[in-house]
T-cell receptor
Framework: DTGVSQDPRHKITKRGQNVTFRCDPI?????LYWYRQTLGQGPEFLTY????????KSRLLSDRFSAERPKGSFSTLEIQRTEQGDSAMYLC??????????????FGAGTRLSVL | GQNIDQPTEMTATEGAIVQINCTYQ??????LFWYQQHAGEAPTFLSY????GLEEKGRFSSFLSRSKGYSYLLLKELQMKDSASYLC??????????????FGKGTSLLVTP
């Protein structure tokens, strides 16, 4: 059973460019989450999917951010017209929803974005 | 608000016991999680509490008091590899909430020889 994988691990881009990150959740996990983490802070929730449906978006997710999970498996997070303030670690997590079960979220190692 | 507070830094000696506290606002509480995160790595799940009391798992234990909005993570027989950031995360129930976790800023634990 492989864990959550994210690609790329590191991304350096110039301000104004678009970037896209990919997350592959644990197989059969129906929930997928995106978080952002900056230095010295805990992860901050961005959005989550149940299967292919995007059910919640944080106010942190500006119009420049879009996320998809087209087939209910992998997900992509795109940031358009990047700004220096977008520099952060972008974490993906997945969980299995079984009603009353704990719904533990398992995290990937993240994609570290640096906007120059 | 859903402020989750935990100490910024702690230092402890190898072989000792350390307790990391976490407080949160109680309204809408639906579960508390502890994660360990080494620098540059993924947060790793340690424990989950939803009912009052102590959950023990090897060298790690976690306690919850829902009425007080308080939890702690207890690490016994500290090892050098336990030096990491420990994240307290709370799940709240709201009208539009799924299962998003709300994290504290993390407690950076340094274990010294």
């Amino acid at each position: 059973d492989t864990g959550v994988s994210q690609d790329p691990r590191h991304k350096i881009t110039k301000r104004g460019q678009n970037v896209t990150f990919r997350c592959d959740p644990i197989s059969e996990h129906n929930r997928l989450y995106w978080y952002r983490q900056t230095l010295g802070q805990g992860p901050e929730f961005l959005t989550y999917f149940q299967n292919e449906a995007q059910l919640e978006k944080s106010r942190l997710l500006s119009d420049r951010f879009s996320a998809e999970r087209p087939k209910g498996s992998f997900s992509t997070l795109e940031i358009q017209r990047t700004e220096q303030g977008d520099s952060a670690m972008y974490l993906c997590a997945s969980s299995l929803d079984r009603g009353r079960v704990k719904n533990i979220q398992y995290f990937g190692a993240g994609t570290r974005l640096s906007v120059l | 608000g859903q402020n989750i507070d935990q100490p910024t830094e702690m230092t402890a000696t190898e072989g000792a016991i350390v307790q990391i506290n976490c407080t949160y606002q109680t309204s809408g509480f639906n579960g508390l999680f502890w994660y360990q995160q080494h620098a540059g790595e993924a947060p790793t799940f340690l424990s989950y509490n939803v009912l009052d009391g102590l959950e023990e798992k090897g060298r790690f234990s976690s306690f919850l008091s829902r009425s007080k909005g308080y939890s702690y993570l207890l690490l016994k027989e500290l090892q050098m590899k336990d030096s990491a950031s420990y994240l307290c995360a709370v799940r709240f129930v709201s009208s539009n909430s799924g299962y998003a976790l709300n994290f504290g800023k993390g407690t950076s634990l340094l274990v010294t020889p």
